[in-house]
């Protein structure tokens, strides 16, 4: 295969698709690297250094999208470079496409076949691309503040690692998921005063529901948070949990820095009788599943839920088909649920990769998983959730329990 590396262009993204290693191993393997010149003297590598393990510098994006395969890149195609793609070409980038509709337009209209690093999961369902990104955020969050603090910018002019004789500077973390997590840890490291609160009972944030929802080998996954936890210990990081943050905390605190890694929130659709009794919010969801986790392992809960799970009916509609949407269709049909997913997309399962769905959604058709796209939602009443269909035809579905399962909106 050609494998066309370009350089990025996006403003002040200086990172390179494949490093001299990377080229090696796929040059070694029979395949041929175009790598566009000058691609990697951001991160302080040479073209002679790309030669020396075998690609082949081109002049130029252009070159190196017209004689390619597979472009693999670091970040989302800029307008410019999506006027290169071909139908016959792979993309492999970061897309992160729902925020940026009309990069989505571009890639469509190109016809190439674009795979985001960000869906790819491995065998046990985590995300082994979009994973490190998230511990990435939280080792620079004290690197940010620590340029924050000096006086130039407008801090205190505290430094953060501190000096014999003064005090180092004092870091206050909302939120315990996996980036607040590695933000205590590495601003402790360096030297610093941290407290890390969140207002859940325990470390983890989002990670033991994930695994209990995800049915893969949860204890594997909880073995970071233990990990973290030990670390706490080891480096005296202050744990507040169970404990929201006031302006009266912050008060009592004086934080130098305050890194906020608070998740997102949950989306509420507009329809008619949302409010009603039979509609399940998924943070509703959350919160019944966190009750149960707050006392046993998530392991231990999803099995549980195999066996006894009273707040959701036999006939279950859920409200949004993308990952989360198919990942709950998923867990609740395993544990005997009749269920039908309802999309206004025009496709379902976004965030998944190709394997998942190639494997899911035929499991969904032999387990009678109903699947709508392309609908749009007119109300809830009486137990009914009613639709108009990609068609243009009105149609109702009969509920026990709705579930919303939209994509969660940052917690500014």
Same mark, same amino acid.
């Given at each position: ?29 029979? =395949? !041929? ?33 017209? *004689? ?6 670091? %970040?989302?195609?800029?307008?410019? !470079? ?25 890639? #469509? ?16 369902? #985590? ?23 000096e006086r130039p910018q407008g801090g205190m002019g505290v430094l953060m690692g501190g000096v014999p004789g003064v ?13 607040? @997590? ?16 969140d207002k859940q009972p325990k470390l983890g944030g989002l990670i033991p529901l994930a695994g209990t929802v995800k ?8 073995? $970071?948070?233990?990990?973290?936890? *030990?670390? $706490? %210990? ?19 605190? %004086? ?10 929130? =949950?989306? @509420?659709?507009?329809?008619?009788? $949302? ?12 919160? #019944? ?10 392991? /231990? ?20 088909? %993308?990952?989360?949407?198919?990942? /709950? ?10 269920? /039908? ?10 965030? @998944? ?10 499991? $969904?058709? +032999? +387990?009678?998983? +109903? ?42």
């Amino acid at each position: 295969m050609r494998i066309g590396v370009p350089r990025e262009i996006k403003v002040h993204e200086y990172r390179v698709g494949l490093v001299p290693a990377g080229v090696r191993e796929l040059t070694a393997a029979g =395949h !041929e690297v175009l790598l566009e010149a000058g691609a990697g003297v951001g991160i302080g590598i040479a073209d002679a250094e790309y030669q020396a393990v075998g690609a082949r510098i081109v002049p130029g994006a252009a070159g190196g999208f017209a *004689g390619a395969e597979l472009i693999v890149k670091v %970040k989302e195609p800029q307008p410019a !470079e999506c006027a290169m793609l071909r139908p016959d070409q792979v993309l492999f980038t970061y897309l992160h496409l729902a925020a940026d509709p009309q990069q989505t337009a571009a890639l #469509r209209g190109s016809g190439c076949v674009a795979i985001a690093y960000e869906t790819i999961t491995d065998a046990a369902g #985590r995300l082994p691309l979009l994973a490190p990104m998230s511990e990435v955020a939280g080792r620079m969050a004290p690197q940010v503040g620590a340029h924050e603090l000096e006086r130039p910018q407008g801090g205190m002019g505290v430094l953060m690692g501190g000096v014999p004789g003064v005090l180092p500077a004092r870091v206050l973390v909302i939120g315990a998921g996996p980036s607040g @997590m590695e933000a205590a840890r590495c601003s402790a490291v360096r030297g610093h005063r941290v407290t890390i609160f969140d207002k859940q009972p325990k470390l983890g944030g989002l990670i033991p529901l994930a695994g209990t929802v995800k049915d893969v080998e949860v204890d594997d996954m909880m073995a $970071f948070v233990d990990w973290e936890d *030990g670390q $706490f %210990k080891k480096l005296g990081v202050r744990q507040e949990l169970g404990r929201e943050v006031t302006s009266e905390v912050i008060d009592e605190l %004086k934080p130098d820095v305050i890194i906020v890694a608070a998740g997102g929130t =949950h989306v @509420m659709p507009d329809i008619p009788g $949302f409010d009603g009794a039979t509609v399940l919010t998924s943070a509703k969801l959350h919160k #019944r599943l966190k009750l149960a986790l707050k006392y046993v392992r998530p392991q /231990t809960v999803a099995k549980l839920s195999k066996l006894y799970l009273p707040w959701v009916g036999k006939r279950v509609v859920i409200i949004g088909g %993308k990952i989360m949407g198919c990942e /709950t269709a998923e867990f609740l049909t395993k544990r005997g649920r009749k269920v /039908t997913i309802v999309e206004t997309g025009d496709n379902l399962g976004e965030g @998944m990769t190709g394997d998942d769905k190639y494997l899911l959604f035929p499991w $969904f058709d +032999k +387990k009678g998983v +109903k699947r709508y796209i392309g609908a749009g939602y007119k109300n809830i009443a009486s137990g009914r959730l009613t639709i108009t269909t990609k068609e243009g035809k009105e149609e109702t579905i009969q509920a026990d329990t709705i579930i919303t399962t939209l994509p969660l909106d940052p917690n500014d």
